[in-house]
């Protein structure tokens, strides 16, 4: 967490006019600046950026903020990267407040061996003599020594203890090495050995962007056989269920295209990372996981599938489109010609060529409409009970309500079938749920079921967290301690901050907050449908959270005796209002019913 002060100081000393001038063409208009906007298409300029008061503001299509506003919905930063990105602009050194100590975390040695293995494969590669074989190869598929430095892309020589005698003198621990997969050790021989050999090496990084594993790439020249690509293998630091390569890079790109690109391998994603397609993700060695699309959807709910065409492809792309469905992300197919891949087609067709297919894409439940067409599943009453088995599955796993009622009437015009017997259909079985949230299918799950948050959404959403890392990761990018206004959740959501893999009460801990979090802890309750009560408890915390925000506001307001004073609060108050309306559907219809010293914020609608 970045101190409150400090935030305050990098938004003082920032150059707004200097940080949205490198990405939008400002004019000076008196002791303003405006340009067309670049959130919307306009041919009259209605884009003001006012850099004595630090914001900018369309009256075109609304958009307005702060510097940190404009790099996270222009350039899809988070913010706690905008900040810093800022500072270092600005010459302000960030130094953020964790409750944890680097020495005190009990991962700090893996992280410390895969770091140097980076290292040390990346200068493998650049070794003039050592590295040849690989260059070489690299550049046959299009990869410059340009976009192998982008990519920190390395070699492991095809030796048997080079990487191990080096890693000794480092005085890095074999054990930890073994656990890691960079030493292998035979049950005849008790010396360990390299365990990646002859091989272009990928880093695998966590969404922090720190290294946690490696793939590896076979060369033709190297000696003896072996599988084409190796990976390491799940450890600590390592789960290959729950990470996505290329994602510590692409998640900005992702964020600011609004969609993300899934491609089946290393290669293709770099391949196509390298000619601008910078929002592309692979999986690791295995099948879409649901804690890989939980992990996508925190930074899109659009996303293409890239996997080939062959019969292989196309049962990989629909059982991740039905992972991602599941998740509440819409997918699309991207359709290659036959024999074609994402890495080849770039190559041979460049990416404009790329750009043309992507343009082309098919929603996932059109796609296979499509193929069952073509091999006449429509065409007797037999086939067409046939389709509707293949069809279920895709309909059983869709979670957006409305999304799931164009799939049903799709299905129902494509089949003949009434929509309301495809429903009783997709009742039979329940919806598969969330693996990471360790739920087994109940009523709760089955189609047209809302998840409640009966007993409050900070609990709620407390219990998600201590489910898996991959929550409290999510729930730290959305929402801060601040936002709670229960003191012993507030302390337990630092507490899950400070240590993910928290599973037992601090001894720093209020007695009243650690028996909270043993009773957390031993919840019997099930949890289906884990994104939507995630989503649903924040959205419940934020809005309370700026509805206390908006009532200290308003004593202030009341209290002020300056005019000037006045202006800049009810400004600043009607900038909630607008904050509140977007996240609360139901803010007009209840603010009658609001305490009076509320009612001002109806303001914001006039």
């Not at 959130?39 to 300029?45: A, G, L, M, N, S």
């Not at 599988?227 to 290329?246: C, D, F, V």
């Not at 890079?249 to 990372?273: F, T, W």
Request: glycine share 8%; hydrophobic share 35%.
């Amino acid at each position: 967490m970045i101190p409150d002060h400090i935030i305050d100081e990098v938004r003082d000393r920032a150059d707004i006019v200097e940080i949205i001038g490198e990405s939008v063409s400002l004019k000076k208009a008196g002791r303003e600046f405006k340009a067309n906007c670049p959130f919307h298409d306009e041919k009259t300029p209605s884009f003001y950026v006012v850099p004595h008061k630090g914001f900018y503001k369309c009256f075109g299509c609304g958009k307005a903020g702060s510097v940190f506003d404009f790099l996270m919905e222009r350039q899809g930063m988070d913010f706690v990267e905008a900040v810093k990105y800022v500072a270092a602009r600005s010459g302000i050194e960030i130094q953020e407040v964790s409750g944890r100590k680097p020495e005190e975390d009990p991962n700090r040695p893996y992280y410390e061996i895969t770091a140097f293995a980076q290292n040390w494969f990346r200068n493998q590669l650049l070794d003039e003599r050592v590295g040849q074989d690989a260059r070489t190869y690299l550049e046959s598929r299009g990869i410059d020594a340009e976009v192998a430095e982008r990519f920190e892309l390395g070699y492991a020589p095809d030796e048997w203890r080079a990487f191990r005698e080096a890693a000794v003198k480092h005085g890095l621990e074999e054990q930890l090495m073994l656990e890691l997969g960079l030493l292998k050790q035979s049950e005849r021989s008790k010396e360990p050995y390299d365990g990646f050999r002859g091989r272009v090496m990928f880093p695998i990084k966590g969404v922090s962007g720190r290294v946690v594993a490696f793939g590896g790439r076979i060369l033709e020249t190297t000696s003896g056989d072996g599988p084409k690509y190796i990976n390491s293998p799940e450890t600590p630091i390592y789960h290959k269920g729950r990470n996505l390569y290329g994602l510590s890079r692409a998640k900005n790109p992702i964020r600011r295209d609004g969609q993300a690109l899934i491609v089946e391998g290393y290669m293709d994603a770099v391949s196509i990372a390298a000619v601008g397609f910078e929002n592309v993700v692979a999986p690791l060695g295995t099948a879409l996981t649901p804690e890989q699309a939980q992990l996508l959807s925190r930074y899109t709910k659009r996303v293409l599938l890239l996997y080939d065409s062959d019969r292989a492809g196309l049962k990989a792309t629909f059982k991740a489109g039905d992972v991602l469905l599941e998740s509440g992300v819409h997918p699309s197919v991207v359709t290659f010609p036959e024999g074609e891949d994402p890495d080849t087609y770039v190559r041979a067709h460049g990416p404009d060529g790329l750009s043309a297919l992507l343009k082309d894409s098919m929603d996932v439940m059109d796609r296979k409409l499509q193929i069952l067409g073509d091999k006449s599943y429509f065409s007797s009453i037999d086939r067409r009970r046939s389709a509707v088995d293949r069809l279920l599955p895709t309909l059983r796993a869709v979670i957006d309500p409305t999304l799931r009622d164009l799939y049903v009437d799709r299905v129902s015009k494509a089949t003949g079938v009434q929509p309301g017997t495809l429903l009783e259909d997709m009742k039979k079985v329940p919806r598969p749920t969330s693996r990471s949230l360790g739920s087994r299918p109940d009523e709760s799950s089955r189609v047209g079921h809302a998840p409640s948050l009966k007993g409050g959404a900070e609990r709620h959403l407390l219990k998600v967290m201590v489910r898996g890392i991959e929550w409290v990761e999510r729930a730290a990018e959305v929402i801060s301690s601040e936002d709670f206004e229960d003191p012993y959740h507030r302390a337990i959501f630092q507490a899950l901050l400070d240590d993910p893999e928290a599973r037992v009460p601090l001894p720093s801990m209020d007695s009243v907050a650690a028996q909270r979090f043993r009773e957390i802890l031993v919840d019997p309750e099930e949890l289906a449908h884990g994104n939507e009560i995630f989503s649903k408890a924040v959205k419940r915390i934020r809005v309370a959270a700026l509805h206390r925000r908006a009532k200290h506001l308003q004593a202030k307001i009341e209290r002020s005796r300056s005019e000037k004073e006045k202006l800049e609060l009810v400004i600043e108050k009607s900038h909630l209002a607008a904050e509140i309306r977007e996240l609360d559907e139901n803010y007009w219809v209840s603010a009658a019913r609001r305490s009076p010293d509320d009612k001002n914020l109806n303001e914001a609608k006039t």
